[in-house]
């Protein structure tokens, strides 16, 4: 191999880190974003929902806020 291969061996091997770096970065950043959302959202479905709010959908919010803060973990 000649020198000038390894050095576009090198760049590309480069380029594709820099790039997973990238969407690994964006991917942490998205989830936060929803994470937010989540934690406000919940609120809003009660106060809409006072009315026909029910024990099982407690439950609902809790079960999905406890999946979302456990997958939050494994993303920092």
Known sequence: MTQR????DYRDSKNK???YEKQKKEKREQAQRLID???SWQYDAYESNKSTWKDEDDLDCQAISKLINDNANNLQ
């Open 17 to 19: 880190q820099e790039q």
């Open 37 to 39: 959302k989540w934690n």
């Open 5 to 8: 291969d390894d050095g576009h």
